[in-house]
């Protein structure tokens, strides 16, 4: 069975209002229905989907800079607008043009040191190189 695309991410936190913030504020998600489950949590959308669940966490946890994942990406309607909003609240951000394109990204921490990454939907233009060496 092939897989249809990604259905949401999990982020466990200490910092569980102040991420909720962020990711309100920042991303523009919004708050959602979300199942009684036992942990403390919130389910954050994009649209009517439920993209960012997160929930309170019960064990010390850690960034995306020391773990195997990365960061997760998004795609957005208005690059310029969302890195001005993260900008305006001083959170630093790294913006960069993926090589051989003129699509452009940025990457930049949620208050729990997990790693995001925005991309703006791409012109039509030249295709992304393929990387076949597996290494990001």
């Known amino acids: 069975m092939p897989i249809e695309g990604l259905d949401h991410i999990n982020i466990v936190t ?8 962020f990711l309100v504020e ?5 708050e959602g229905g979300r199942p009684h489950f036992e942990a403390t949590g919130y389910w ?4 009517d989907r439920p993209l960012i669940h997160i929930q309170e966490a019960r064990i010390p946890v850690g960034s995306s800079h020391v773990c ?3 960061h997760v990406a998004f ?3 208005d690059f310029d607008e969302l890195v001005a909003r993260l900008r305006a609240r001083e959170v630093p951000v790294d913006v960069r043009t993926v090589p051989g394109t003129t699509v452009r990204q940025a990457f930049f921490d949620d208050p729990n040191g997990v790693r ?3 991309g703006e939907t791409p012109e039509a233009g030249p295709p992304r ?4 060496d597996w290494t990001g």
């Open 116 to 118: 995001l990454e925005i």
């Open 26 to 30: 920042i991303l523009g998600l919004r």
């Open 75 to 77: 795609r957005v309607t």
């Open 129 to 132: 190189p393929v990387n076949n």
């Open 44 to 47: 954050l959308y994009a649209g």
């Open 14 to 21: 200490p910092r569980l209002e102040t991420t909720r913030a």
């Open 68 to 70: 195997a994942l990365n």
